[in-house]
């Protein structure tokens, strides 16, 4: 059954990192476009980053040079590195994989992050 599973979320303290896994199965990064999305209380969810399969990437552009999404294909897990965390960065972050074939899109479960201040 095709799944993705977050993990890495936690408690930080602002200007602190974290760095957030999700590990698909069931699911090929190479026909899938990866993102990670957040949702804060009260807020629509909203993209963070993606990264296509081909590598091409994308940011929310208040998060760029903040944050830095990547893959590691042969462990078939998309990760995103979040550094200079401001308390307005917490949120729920989920995973989406959005298949480029099957025109089919995947949520993770969600991992939560907490930025104190």
């Known amino acids: 059954q095709a799944q993705l599973v977050e993990s890495g979320g936690g408690l930080v303290q602002a200007g602190g990192s974290l760095r957030l896994s999700c590990a698909a199965s069931?699911?090929?990064?190479?026909?899938?476009?990866m993102g990670w999305y957040r949702q804060a209380p009260g807020k629509q969810r909203e993209l963070v980053a993606s990264i296509s399969p081909g590598g091409t990437i994308n940011y929310a552009d208040s998060l760029k040079g903040r944050f830095t999404i990547s893959k590691d294909n042969a462990k078939n897990t998309v990760f995103l590195q979040m550094n200079s965390l401001k308390p307005e960065d917490t949120a729920v972050y989920y995973c989406?994989?959005?298949?480029?074939?099957?025109?089919?899109?995947?949520w993770g479960q969600g991992t939560q992050v907490i930025v104190s201040s």
């Open positions: 069931g699911i090929f990064l190479n026909r899938n476009v």
């Open positions: 989406n994989a959005k298949d480029i074939i099957a025109l089919m899109s995947r």
